[in-house]
Nanobody, 121 residues
């Protein structure tokens, strides 16, 4: 299981940073998903191990940044200009083999526990 931390409560317009520790897993790509009450789980952002490339959901593009530290022991999700609609349980997930679509949660075989992000208006 991946260790995840960093959630919390913030007012709209604020920032939070989530952390994920993927050590011990030789992942091909790693991603953040979120699951809001009454909605399907959705991919937020992903990072490809082969070249460090990143991809984002349209809803967070320009506000969120996925990155890893130089020794690749920690994955971050920097969330800026948060909106109430960003409220959800956030999960870190790693794929140990190539996946067809980064948005497909069932392609990821290692998951962290969720961390709650709550944005108030």
């Amino acid at each position: 299981q991946l260790a995840v931390s960093g959630g919390g409560s913030v007012q709209a317009g604020g920032s939070l940073r989530l952390f994920c520790l993927p050590s011990g897993y030789a992942y091909r790509q790693i991603a953040w998903f979120r699951h809001a009450v009454g909605k399907d789980k959705e991919g937020v952002a992903a990072l490809y191990a082969v070249d460090g490339g990143t991809i984002y959901a349209d809803a967070v593009k320009g506000r969120f940044t996925i990155a890893q530290d130089s020794d690749k022991t920690t994955l971050f999700l920097q969330m800026n200009r948060l909106k109430p609609e960003d409220t959800a349980m956030y999960y870190c997930a790693a794929a140990t083999s190539d996946v067809g679509s980064w948005r497909r949660a069932d392609y990821y075989d290692v998951w962290g526990q969720g961390t709650q992000v709550t944005v108030s208006s």
